[in-house]
């Protein structure tokens, strides 16, 4: 047990502050800006104290541009891509686990290799992809067999392109395959007696214990797609599927000579945040249920 001492308990309590400084103190200074003109940020930097501007710029925000829109747009391929991941996660850790296969291991650790190939590494060719789904299949067919299929899909500037490539997750399948472990063989075995197969077990028996494991890998996953620029800036050129995290770039200046106009940035990024804080605060105590192992 950790001893109670006052110098201990001291250098805790300052070091719990300072997280909570460094963690909550760009907030602070977004909130500060966004309440400025960009006339003060300007001249003096980005301002150390609310001002009385917030509700004009958030106002000039939601006129400038289409920000419902692209709150729909972020909203809608988060939680495509937190559905398709629990989905896929869940179901390749019950086939890791409780089917019994002499390669079951090579293909699970084969998963998680692909964890050193993140998606800024095989940007290039989950783009070739992208734009046309049946360009593998064409270069296939075209080496094996000399054909040419002329049939094209593509998913760029489309919700399918945006939430697709994200939704493979080596992270999730080991995160539930190491829950599944930790579940008792007895209540397969039991299922089994019952006549109850391996969907009825996965059903009926894993899932219902997994809550947790699939509100903190959901929160996480949700969080990450939301706030992702990269993979929404390359797959979209169409404005009207801008995520929300491609419209703050919207107020920034686009010709030479021009300010730059952080009030207005840092009011968008106000808003850019709301969703993920109503997310964290519906999940809280699940996530940290799945984080930390409690309750399960």
Known sequence: MVERHPLLKAMTL?????????ALGPIYLALCSASATSQQILVHG???????????????????????????????????????KLALASTSAFAAVYFRSRIRHI?????FITLLLPLEVR??????????????????????????????????DSYAGLSLPLMASATGTFLFRQFYLTVPTELSEAARMDGAGPLRFFIDILLPLSKANFAALGTIVFLTTWKDYMW?????????????????????????????????????????????????????????????????
Not at 47 to 55: M, Q, V
Not at 107 to 111: D, I, K, L, P, R
Not at 131 to 150: K, R, Y
Request: proline share 7%; net charge neutral; with cysteine.
């Open 14 to 22: 300052t070091l719990l502050a300072l997280s909570l400084v460094f």
């Open 123 to 156: 940007i290039v060719p989950t783009y070739a992809v992208a734009s046309d789904l049946f360009e593998p299949l064409h270069t296939l067919l075209l080496a094996m067999t000399g054909l040419q299929l002329h049939v094209s899909l593509n998913l760029l």
């Open 46 to 84: 980005l301002a150390l104290l609310p001002s009385s501007h917030l509700g004009e710029n958030l106002s000039a925000v939601l006129h400038r541009a289409d920000v419902g829109h692209m709150l729909l747009n972020s909203c809608v391929v988060s939680l495509i891509v937190v559905a398709g």
């Open 107 to 111: 293909v699970f650790w084969g998963t």
């Open 232 to 296: 929404p800036l390359v797959a979209t050129s169409r404005p009207e599927m801008r995520t929300m995290a491609l419209g703050i770039s919207t107020f920034l200046p686009t010709e030479t000579g021009q300010p730059p106009e952080w009030n207005l940035v840092m009011a968008a990024a106000l808003i850019a945040l709301a969703p993920p804080l109503v997310v964290i605060g519906l999940t809280q105590r699940w996530f940290v249920r799945g984080i930390t192992g409690v309750g399960k």
